[in-house]
């Protein structure tokens, strides 16, 4: 029953935070846009408009917030064959309404005040730090691709970071030139020939489409702390004490990450008319979603 357990815990412990999608929000707007742009929940908007695929692992503060800017400036939401791309339109709205005030009447505000509060050295050292746990994930997703040069660009920032950079809190790598792009299993469904099916708005995973939706899922469950939980062999509590830990620091990313990309968010607020279709314009215009 033990992994039972862990499984409802960690699903219930991140719901609430996850719920405003900023992981996957994040997650996009760092990935998956040819060209360096916002960073990681990561995620615009895998929770609302996501960007992520030209940004490597290893690249200046600076030198992302000033692409952000000019990526936000160039974002458009195309058309779309909304009877194929959206066909649950009437669920999805009512759900994006509910992702919406979550957002602004607690997640924004919290986000905010965190990235204030908490020095800038502090939240670069914490996403180093998860970037690096993550990175094992990131080499099997690359291994199950098929793309062997950039398995071994992680495994090289892993080991590197992890010995050098006390346990990734420093990213040496990064400081070495030696960059990665992140990748996840929605990346990896895609190599393998699924199609992106339909546009959802998922609680727990924000604006996204069914395999995005599916990587997620996969992506969660190979957090190496949330595994390591799943030991029968640990103590009563330890596995408890694990899951605690581990949402610490990803709502902690997350919360930094939300603050981040507040820009994007506060142009769809301010400058659309219909924002849930300006959100889904974006959501469906990044490669991962095509």
């Not at 799943?230 to 330890?238: D, E, G, M, R, T």
Request: net charge negative; aromatic share 8%; charged share 20%.
């Amino acid at each position: 029953m033990r992994e039972s357990e862990v499984a409802m815990q960690k699903i219930l412990w991140c719901l609430p935070f996850l719920f405003v999608g900023c992981s996957t929000m994040t997650k996009n707007v760092e990935q998956e846009v040819n060209s360096p742009s916002p960073p990681s929940l990561q995620s615009v908007i895998q929770s609302g408009a996501s960007l992520q695929d030209g940004e490597q692992l290893g690249t200046s503060e600076g030198e992302l917030e000033e692409d952000w800017e000019a990526e936000l400036q160039g974002l458009s939401a195309p058309e779309i064959d909304v009877a194929k791309s959206d066909p649950f339109e009437r669920m999805n709205r009512v759900l994006y309404g509910m992702h919406r005030g979550v957002d602004l009447l607690f997640v924004r505000p919290v986000a905010l005040t965190y990235s204030k509060v908490l020095p800038k050295p502090v939240q670069s050292g914490l996403a180093n730090f998860v970037s690096n746990l993550l990175a094992p994930a990131r080499f099997l997703c690359r291994v199950l691709q098929g793309n062997w040069e950039e398995a071994g660009k992680t495994i090289g920032r892993f080991a590197t970071n992890t010995l050098l950079g006390f346990g990734g809190i420093i990213d040496v790598a990064g400081k070495m030139n030696t960059r990665e792009t992140p990748t996840g299993f929605t990346e990896t469904l895609k190599v393998w020939g699924m199609k992106p099916g339909p546009y959802l708005v998922v609680p727990g995973v924000g604006p996204t489409t069914f395999r995005g939706a599916l990587g997620f899922l996969l992506d969660s469950f190979l957090d190496p702390m949330f595994l390591l939980a799943l030991n029968k062999n640990l103590p009563a509590n330890a596995h408890h004490e694990l899951v605690y830990k581990d949402t610490g620091i990803q709502v902690s990313s997350l919360l930094i990450s939300r603050s981040k990309i507040d820009s994007i968010y506060e142009d769809i607020e301010n400058n659309s008319v219909n924002r849930y279709s300006k959100l889904r314009g974006l959501v469906l215009q990044q490669p991962i979603n095509r």
